[in-house]
């Protein structure tokens, strides 16, 4: 029950977000917005999610996951809610903000809460599903978010009915607390322990938010400079989206039998190796899908499988600040990818996948280094 009600509202938050990207870009493109300032625009969630972090950790030892979960949907619906009654470009600055403020405490209490009580035997396939529901969701968005054809203000309603809804669920959980931290530890000082004690593995929600972002921004505009159309286009830009949906689940359980280490290095060599072949193979939409859908079997997976080894990695009482290292990386990534790969374009169009195929490649030599530091220990 606990899980379910979980990854139920994490997918409803996946939807909330797939929804809300598509149909700002677009109202805010009919009011005559700039491509660059509408892109500057959708930092503001990530801005967010950096900036509340610091403050997250205390209250949740404090309060419990549940009153967390609770106020972060509060919060998403709210600003839901505001966003069809208020049409401007600054206040929807502002919500945009708090949304990204809602989102990472949600996401913040629940995927440490499921951290928490998640045997390690199980940890991968839990966490898979955790990333599933929101990829689920994430990708249903835009259909949502076409309904403003029918009118502007009903996917923004929408989104906050089914949230209230999820709100309403998790009621029903029992509240509980992370373990407590100790009494002579900073908040900086737990960070830094956590980085110490999981870095290879928090460097993979880093690269997740790079490739993904830099995938739904600058992949399309090499395919401009192919000379694919827009139709054709919109038929790509999904395939990557599906691999990972559909090999979350088995790379969890993978994950679980054969070990953290070798099912992430062979998935980030395998998307790496996927990527290159996109760089030497014919730029058809045929050999392009084929690749972006390999590459997403491989590294669709790459936040969940990151969060479960960095779980492996450190002791409870440092799941906490190893979970707000997750978000705020991913954030972090997701706002280089876009203006580093989209550099790479300028350069030439096929040093995007160079691009992300070296950003891949960075886990990998830390996952290298950390088994070599643990054999000399």
């Known amino acids: 029950m606990r899980f379910a009600v979980l990854t139920g509202i994490v997918a409803i938050s996946g939807l909330s977000q797939g929804m809300l990207l598509p149909l700002l870009a677009l ?4 009011q005559g917005i700039s491509s660059s300032v509408n892109g500057g625009h959708a930092a503001a969630l990530y801005a967010g999610v950096l900036l509340i972090s ?19 949907i509060s919060i998403v619906i709210c600003s839901l809610t505001l966003f069809p009654l208020f049409p401007s470009f600054f206040i929807w600055f502002v919500l945009r903000f708090l949304i990204g403020v809602g989102d990472h405490m949600l996401h913040f ?8 009580f998640s045997p390690p035997e199980k940890r991968g396939r839990r966490l898979s599903l955790y990333g ?13 978010a076409s309904l403003a054809s029918v009118n502007e203000a009903l996917p923004f309603f929408i ?4 949230s209230l809804i999820g709100w309403m669920a998790v009621f029903s959980l029992p509240n509980e607390k992370p373990r407590p931290l100790e009494r002579t530890s900073t908040a900086a000082g737990r960070w830094l322990g956590a980085w110490k004690g999981a870095w290879p593995a928090l460097l993979l929600p880093f690269a997740y938010g790079f490739l993904e972002a830099a995938i739904h921004s600058v992949f399309p505009l090499y395919a401009l400079d192919q000379r694919l159309s827009a139709e054709q286009i919109a038929f790509l830009l999904p395939c990557f989206s599906l691999g990972g949906i559909l090999f979350q689940l088995p790379l969890g359980a993978l994950s679980d039998w ?3 280490r070798i099912t992430i290095t062979g998935a980030l060599l395998a998307g790496a190796g996927c990527f290159l072949a996109a760089f030497v193979a014919d730029p058809s939409p045929v050999s392009l899908a084929i690749c972006l859908f390999a590459a997403g079997m491989f590294t669709g997976s790459l936040f969940s499988l990151g969060i479960a080894y960095m779980t492996d990695l450190l002791p409870k ?3 906490p600040a190893g979970n707000l290292l997750c978000g705020m990386l991913y954030s972090l990534g997701s706002m280089i990818g876009p203006p580093l790969s989209g550099s790479a374009v300028d350069v030439a169009a096929d040093a995007f996948f160079l691009a992300v195929s070296a950003v891949l490649l960075l886990p990998v030599l830390g996952l290298v280094k950390r088994r070599k530091q643990e054999k000399t220990a």
């Open 159 to 162: 989104g906050a009915l089914l």
């Open 54 to 72: 610091p403050f997250l950790e205390q209250p949740l030892g404090k309060y419990g996951y549940k009153p967390m979960i609770l106020l972060g």
């Open 317 to 319: 009482a440092l799941l």
């Open 27 to 30: 109202l805010l493109d009919k």
């Open 132 to 144: 599933l529901a929101f990829g689920l969701g994430f990708t249903a968005g835009p259909l949502l």
């Open 258 to 260: 054969l070990g953290r």
């Open 109 to 116: 209490a629940t995927q440490t809460w499921i951290t928490d």
